[in-house]
């Protein structure tokens, strides 16, 4: 068969040279509709009369907020609404992710139990609460179960100190006496004895093959210390307890239902996912690695320990920190029942309040972007490191 | 606990035992019986209780306190959902308030599906869902034969025909605005469109990703990320309340069409992460050697690639579909009518207040019917698919 040269190969025939113009046209193409949307926006904003420009941030915000973790009045700004709806999103996803790994664990653990009642029960949490939308769930705890509970004058109560009714959950508060520094000190004092700790006990290993009990010191040291400076110097700490007064509770620290029903719903959704994920990290693990750990007279506890858990988080991790991912962009459904979190408080009453759609939706799309974005770069550090060190 | 030893299933006969003549036959018996076999607890409900919930003490606390949460936890249920309930009547006089109210379903039932779509048209949207289920139940039961066909006149011709019977306008159908759409109908219209546009854009990009053109390749990834990184709820904020601003204003942008589009790129961007699994896993040889007998880009990719790597994930875009199924109820906070918001909407007509319990129990219910049945069908198509390679 004769071969042609390359010269000699019609010019449109050559993949280099098409990709080339290929990649023109499409390069062409986009800055062709992203210039037509800006023209367009500039348009509609213009016989609108909404001026471009994150100047809105600065302006007064006016309306209130039920739960915010900084100071925050209607004479606010903008820019202070984005921050606390902010910090409501990032609280809400921290005590939902908490909640979640302990559930999830504990229901993927029970999945693989011998004993079949456990094992089934588990079975249908998962199969239930995976397969209905986390909005039905959400819209489920809020208006069935916590819009029931009975008002405030007819709070279920817990030892007349914890309360719980339609306004949410009420209990003691804590509150600091002149000398509670001191056991603040010690417990700050007690995380580096702690942290210096392990890494003495690693590099002792390393060295003598010996290993310290770092848990259980660790444990002890962390509990013990702050407790014995806060006995010494005559427990500086009172309560504040709620009482009733009125129509509601005065004192004390009160979870609104917004707050627990989407904690509620989030967790109980992203542990089934967890429990799965659970589940088939352990099953993971070859059964040739427990027999082998077995034959080396291995205890139970340290087989569990150092061989069967390393191995089996090499494939939970990177799944679990992805559920994670899902349970902060989740969080974002809050806006359904009105809790006060970065989509609701931002992208809803100031967007409704100022019309700056663009800047609004892009620096939310920016805030969940970049937690995601970072979270992935983390994963990928884990990743390299728990890589199977392959001969 | 005791050694139990298994006796042998036929047990020989005693050995005749040296130094006596034994007869042929005898009427009695001279030596013991051998001993019967144990019971074998391992077999019937006895053992089966014995091996799963009662081998040893911390098995049988731990199966009690499961029965007595189950007993203590079913039984309210049960009684609430079933025993007492009220199914038959018209108006909320027919509860008598102890258990559930489903008269407040069966009530406004046809809403539930049809949504505000005309009483005269309903069956153009009959007609749909029956040619849906036809289709489906064709492509899930094995034995049925041109599966391909079917799947590209699903993907293809049945969006033609529901559009045009469900919109109308068109050979002497009325037209009904999406505004009028609602229930069940909206649902699976979303859902539907959702699954067929984003299958192909979803591997497009995935084929975008692995492209040796860099312009292609970088435009692929950032796509896929952005929509991966952000919550999809913004998204349908970002479609109802920023589009309309970047198209000329003369146009009139429906608002349905605006959320598909953005339900549509969203998950596109799931599906290119799992299409691109799949083309990971296909060895470079094979597109080498279809290189080798001279096939184009295109045919490589559509004759040999893509059909090994779709195949192989199928059961990752059946859990996506699930997803996307799930997610269609956050139109309703974009003001759109779908199951989930017409049953909320029922809540708060004066005529039924104080029924939350029940609509959003029989709402859970609808969806969870259709999720977990996709999810036991990916099931089984990972097990049918699974040839240990």
């Known amino acids: 068969m004769p071969t042609t040269p390359l010269d000699r190969v019609p010019l449109w025939r050559r993949?280099?040279?098409?990709?080339?113009?290929?990649?023109?046209?499409?390069?062409?193409?986009?800055?062709?509709?992203?210039?037509?949307?800006?023209?367009?926006?500039?348009?509609?904003?213009?016989?609108?009369?909404?001026?471009?420009?994150?100047?809105?941030?600065?302006?007064?915000?006016?309306?209130?907020?039920?739960?915010?973790?900084?100071?925050?009045?209607?004479?606010?700004?903008?820019?202070?609404?984005?921050?606390?709806?902010?910090?409501?999103?990032?609280?809400?996803?921290?005590?939902?992710?908490?909640?979640?790994?302990?559930?999830?664990?504990?229901?993927?653990?029970?999945?693989?139990?011998?004993?079949?009642?456990?094992?089934?029960?588990?079975?249908?949490?998962?199969?239930?609460?995976?397969?209905?939308?986390?909005?039905?769930?959400?819209?489920?705890?809020?208006?069935?179960?916590?819009?029931?509970?009975?008002?405030?004058?007819?709070?279920?109560?817990?030892?007349?100190?914890?309360?719980?009714?339609?306004?949410?959950?009420?209990?003691?508060?804590?509150?600091?006496?002149?000398?509670?520094?001191?056991?603040?000190?010690?417990?700050?004092?007690?995380?580096?004895?702690?942290?210096?700790?392990?890494?003495?006990?690693?590099?002792?290993?390393?060295?003598?093959?010996?290993?310290?009990?770092?848990?259980?010191?660790?444990?002890?040291?962390?509990?013990?210390?702050?407790?014995?400076?806060?006995?010494?110097?005559?427990?500086?700490?009172?309560?504040?307890?709620?009482?009733?007064?009125?129509?509601?509770?005065?004192?004390?620290?009160?979870?609104?239902?917004?707050?627990?029903?989407?904690?509620?719903?989030?967790?109980?959704?992203?542990?089934?996912?967890?429990?799965?994920?659970?589940?088939?990290?352990?099953?993971?693990?070859?059964?040739?690695?427990?027999?082998?750990?077995?034959?080396?007279?291995?205890?139970?506890?340290?087989?569990?320990?150092?061989?069967?858990?390393?191995?089996?988080?090499?494939?939970?991790?990177?799944?679990?920190?992805?559920?994670?991912?899902?349970?902060?962009?989740?969080?974002?459904?809050?806006?359904?029942?009105?809790?006060?979190?970065?989509?609701?408080?931002?992208?809803?009453?100031?967007?409704?309040?100022?019309?700056?759609?663009?800047?609004?939706?892009?620096?939310?799309?920016?805030?969940?972007?970049?937690?995601?974005?970072?979270?992935?770069?983390?994963?990928?550090?884990?990743?390299?490191?728990?890589?199977?060190?392959?001969? | 606990m005791s050694e139990r030893i298994d006796p042998p299933a036929n047990p020989p006969v005693n050995p005749p035992s040296e130094g006596h003549l034994v007869p042929r036959a005898v009427a009695t018996r001279t030596e013991m019986l051998d001993p019967r076999p144990a019971p074998d607890m391992r077999h019937g409900v006895v053992g089966w209780l014995r091996t799963r919930l009662f081998n040893g003490p911390v098995n049988s606390v731990v199966s009690l306190v499961v029965l007595a949460v189950l007993v203590w936890g079913l039984t309210p249920l049960v009684q609430w959902a079933l025993i007492d309930a009220d199914w038959i009547g018209t108006t909320r006089d027919a509860c008598s308030g102890e258990g559930a109210c489903w008269v407040f379903i069966s009530a406004r039932f046809e809403t539930i599906v049809y949504g505000f779509y005309p009483d005269a048209a309903r069956f153009r949207v009959d007609i749909t869902l029956a040619l849906l289920a036809a289709l489906i139940a064709w492509l899930v039961i094995p034995r049925l034969p041109a599966k391909p066909w079917v799947g590209a006149f699903a993907l293809v011709g049945f969006p033609i025909i529901a559009y045009v019977l469900l919109l109308g306008g068109h050979f002497g159908l009325a037209y009904v605005p999406t505004r009028e759409w609602g229930g069940l109908m909206l649902t699976l219209t979303v859902a539907t469109v959702g699954i067929v546009g984003s299958l192909p854009l979803g591997v497009i990009l995935a084929l975008g990703r692995r492209s040796k053109m860099p312009l292609v390749k970088s435009l692929s990834v950032v796509f896929i990320e952005f929509w991966r990184g952000v919550p999809l709820i913004t998204v349908l904020f970002m479609a109802s309340v920023m589009l309309p601003l970047f198209v000329p204003d003369e146009v009139e942008f429906d608002k349905l069409l605006r959320a598909l589009i953005g339900i549509m790129f969203f998950w596109s961007a799931y599906m290119a992460e799992v299409v691109r699994g799949g083309l990971q896993a296909i060895p470079k040889g094979q597109e080498e050697a279809a290189k080798a007998l001279g096939l184009g880009y295109w045919r490589r990719m559509g004759l040999i690639v893509l059909p090994q790597a779709l195949k192989l994930v199928i059961p990752g875009i059946v859990n996506t579909f699930i997803a996307l199924f799930k997610d269609t109820s956050l139109v309703l906070i974009i003001g759109l009518f779908d199951l989930l918001a017409i049953i909320r909407s029922g809540l708060t007509d004066t005529n039924w207040l104080g029924f939350a319990t029940e609509g959003y129990v029989f709402a859970a219910l609808m969806f969870w019917v259709f999720c977990f049945s996709m999810s036991r069908y990916s099931q089984v198509l990972e097990r049918k698919l699974h040839r240990g390679h």
Do not use: C
């Open chain 1, 15 to 391: 993949p280099a040279l098409r990709a080339l113009i290929f990649q023109a046209l499409l390069l062409a193409g986009l800055v062709a509709l992203i210039g037509m949307m800006i023209n367009n926006a500039l348009t509609n904003l213009e016989s609108r009369g909404i001026t471009t420009g994150l100047g809105f941030l600065t302006e007064r915000a006016g309306f209130s907020i039920p739960q915010t973790l900084i100071d925050y009045s209607g004479d606010s700004t903008y820019g202070r609404t984005f921050f606390v709806g902010l910090l409501n999103t990032l609280l809400v996803s921290a005590l939902g992710i908490v909640a979640a790994t302990i559930i999830g664990f504990a229901v993927g653990i029970a999945r693989l139990s011998p004993n079949w009642l456990l094992a089934r029960l588990a079975t249908t949490f998962v199969e239930i609460f995976r397969n209905i939308p986390l909005l039905v769930q959400i819209l489920f705890w809020y208006f069935a179960v916590l819009q029931a509970l009975p008002s405030p004058r007819q709070s279920l109560s817990l030892f007349e100190a914890f309360f719980l009714n339609v306004r949410g959950i009420t209990v003691p508060a804590p509150v600091a006496q002149p000398g509670f520094g001191f056991t603040q000190l010690a417990l700050a004092l007690a995380i580096v004895v702690v942290v210096s700790l392990a890494f003495f006990a690693r590099r002792r290993q390393v060295r003598t093959g010996k290993a310290l009990p770092v848990y259980r010191l660790g444990a002890a040291i962390l509990i013990g210390l702050p407790l014995v400076v806060f006995v010494v110097s005559g427990a500086p700490l009172s309560w504040d307890v709620p009482a009733l007064k009125g129509f509601n509770f005065a004192g004390g620290i009160t979870v609104i239902p917004e707050l627990m029903a989407l904690w509620l719903a989030l967790s109980i959704y992203t542990a089934a996912f967890i429990a799965e994920i659970v589940r088939s990290g352990i099953q993971s693990v070859p059964k040739g690695q427990i027999e082998a750990s077995r034959a080396i007279s291995l205890p139970g506890d340290i087989t569990l320990r150092k061989v069967v858990i390393p191995q089996a988080m090499r494939v939970i991790v990177p799944q679990l920190t992805s559920q994670y991912l899902n349970l902060i962009k989740n969080s974002s459904l809050a806006t359904a029942i009105g809790y006060p979190d970065l989509v609701a408080v931002f992208a809803g009453t100031t967007l409704n309040q100022t019309g700056q759609a663009i800047e609004i939706i892009a620096m939310t799309m920016a805030v969940y972007l970049t937690i995601s974005l970072v979270v992935s770069a983390l994963m990928n550090v884990y990743n390299a490191r728990t890589l199977l060190k392959e001969r």
